[in-house]
């Protein structure tokens, strides 16, 4: 660059001098001989036409070194440090390079830069729980997940005296981070990750001691193209718009279709499908689920959903292979939910699912998929659960939901004993205020009940109280 350098200082020179050599002849009635001027203006010509020559070499030069670094990067090579180069490096954006349109690199070893053609996001909450809770007939273990939110399945029955006790904890607080990118030939590319702290109830890092410290825990994390996503996500089974609005983690527990798992989905118009994996959970001769790991096809789901001013509709459908290692069954399910604004300040939610093998997709594992019966044949279990929630908008920054759940399990007795688990109903109402735009403060009050099948039944009473905001 230090050829160039010197040669704009000539040209400016040269100019400079033709100006007060001209300048002068035209005040003193071109006492100079034209053809002296004309020399100099030829001189002057073959100069400026030099430094354009100089120039053009030298923006040929870059663009060959660009190139071959690209090229270098493409083909796996240790990235250089420099001029033009990202920390990365992938090639920092270039007038030259956009002139030239050299050859791109692939996308796999292209760096996504914010401000180009990605559109990076992030989001999410803190959350801080309050409860005070009772039960009837025992205790809920320390640092499970009923001490955490309503878990029908941890409802004590018939294990010891009345109990009370206080827990306070942040775990449900989550962040999520998310890339957009629209390909020049206009397909939709999307990522995304969520985290909170929860991880099941699993406090082997964590303790109430002293450090509360709760690891991550993996919610989401799948990739978009189009139509199709693949990665861990809700259910295609699960409707998520007829979730109300609860202070505990999900509320309305016993009727819920709840998953997130490893899936390949398709979606088109109203209509969407998926490939999930698959696991069965059953009882052997107890009320204890036992998991196997022999299943060789995916569940199979379809939902189709329609919505409007008025609220929206879906049904769903699951097929299944439940299988241990020595038998084999066939499990299904249907699920209708919805909602329906009833007035500009109140919505009813609900959803209803039943079918025989539904198991683990309901209240947080509270069913099983099947059970062994007397000749040891393995059964998809019977079961139906549902909710109905109502929204009740007080003013614009105050807001209550009353809602009910519950679940059946038709119990084979004779098959896994009388202490399984038959049935589980829960109420809840709840007062939430926003005083500022994604700052909630709520309280709500609970009541379940969990039934076995010997008619056996335990009660669980709450107060839980909350401040979340969403950033």
Not at 166 to 193: C, E, N, P
Not at 312 to 335: C, N, Y
Request: charged residues 15%; glycine residues 10%; aromatic residues 12%.
């Amino acid at each position: 660059m230090d050829s160039l350098t010197m040669a704009v200082r000539r040209a400016s020179l040269a100019c400079a001098i033709t100006i007060a050599l001209s300048a002068p002849g035209v005040a003193w009635g071109q006492s100079a001989s034209d053809q002296a001027q004309d020399a100099r203006i030829a001189q002057l010509e073959n100069e400026v036409q030099a430094l354009k020559q100089m120039v053009q070499q030298q923006q040929g030069q870059l663009v060959d070194a660009r190139q071959q670094l690209q090229a270098a990067t493409v083909a796996g090579n240790t990235p250089l440090k420099g001029p033009g180069v990202q920390a990365s490096g992938a090639l920092a954006p270039s007038p030259a390079l956009a002139a030239g349109t050299p050859p791109r690199a692939p996308i796999q070893n292209t760096a996504i830069v914010a401000g180009g053609d990605s559109h990076f996001s992030f989001g999410g909450f803190i959350k801080l729980d309050m409860m005070s809770t009772w039960t009837s007939d025992g205790t809920i273990t320390d640092s499970t997940p009923g001490r955490l939110f309503y878990f029908p399945a941890g409802t004590p029955v018939d294990a010891g005296p009345s109990d009370s006790y206080t827990d306070f904890h942040a775990q449900f607080s989550r962040i999520w981070f998310g890339v957009d990118r629209m390909t020049d030939a206009g397909d939709k590319l999307k990522g995304y990750v969520e985290f909170d702290f929860f991880g099941g109830g699993n406090n082997n890092v964590a303790n109430e001691k002293f450090s509360n410290g709760y690891p991550p825990t993996l919610r989401h994390a799948y990739v978009q193209w189009n139509h199709w996503l693949a990665g861990q996500t809700w259910t295609n089974l699960m409707d998520l718009g007829s979730l109300p609005e609860t202070v505990d983690f999900v509320g309305i527990v016993d009727g819920t279709l709840f998953a997130r798992q490893a899936q390949i989905r398709y979606s088109t118009g109203n209509w969407s499908f998926s490939l999930e994996n698959p696991q069965t959970w059953y009882q052997a001769g107890s009320p204890a689920q036992v998991s196997s790991g022999e299943n060789t096809v995916p569940d199979v789901t379809a939902r189709w959903m329609t919505k409007g001013d008025w609220g929206h509709f879906s049904v769903g459908g699951i097929a299944r292979e439940l299988r241990t290692r020595d038998d084999r069954a066939t499990g299904f399910g249907l699920s209708v939910a919805g909602s329906f604004k009833v007035s500009p300040s109140d919505l009813f939610q609900y959803t209803v699912s039943g079918g025989s093998g539904l198991g683990r997709y309901l209240a947080f594992g509270l069913v099983p998929d099947a059970y062994l019966d007397g000749n040891g044949s393995l059964k998809a279990q019977d079961t139906y659960a549902g909710f109905a929630a109502w929204r009740h908008n007080w003013t614009g920054n105050l807001r209550s939901t009353l809602a009910y759940s519950a679940a059946y399990i038709a119990v084979d007795e004779a098959a896994v004993g009388q202490s399984a688990t038959e049935r589980t109903q829960s109420w809840r109402v709840n007062l939430i205020y926003s005083p500022f735009p994604r700052l909630d403060v709520g309280a709500e009050l609970s009541w379940g009940t969990r039934e076995l099948a010997n008619d056996a039944e335990g009660e669980l009473a709450r107060l839980q109280t909350t401040v979340k905001y969403t950033f």
